[in-house]
């Protein structure tokens, strides 16, 4: 894995589960963006993350795949189809969510995800 999973654990802790409701989703932190070449097209952004009793992180944000919709994944299946990982503090301070796919996306058509 290209990050230290203890990365994505604090991560987790600076927006905890809830933390963003009511917040429209373009306007939403966004934690990290995965993708797998495992699973071409499909692509996982967190907003909010939260450890769980069973030493695993469970997110939550759009989960892009057979239907692009909300919902909650854990780290561990994130890295058991060895996704790699682009953090939002790779991009410039303060980028939205929709700023932040629209920088993801560019390095897609790049062949960043090849």
Avoid: H
């Avoid at 600076?14 to 373009?26: F, I, K, V, Y």
């Avoid at 854990?74 to 939205?96: K, M, Y």
């Amino acid at each position: 894995m290209g990050m230290k999973k203890e990365t994505l654990r604090e991560l987790a802790l600076s927006a905890p589960l809830g933390s963003t409701d009511g917040t429209p989703e373009q306007e939403k932190r966004v934690l990290f963006s995965a993708w797998t070449p495992k699973m071409p097209g499909w692509r996982w952004t967190a907003y909010e993350g939260e450890e769980t009793e069973m030493d695993d992180v469970l997110f939550f944000g759009r989960v892009d795949g057979w239907e692009s919709e909300l919902g909650y994944f854990s780290l561990d299946e994130l890295i058991s189809v060895e996704c790699n990982f682009i953090l939002t503090a790779e991009g410039p301070e303060g980028e939205t969510a929709e700023q932040f796919v629209e920088r993801v996306d560019g390095l897609a058509r790049q062949g960043y995800y090849d």
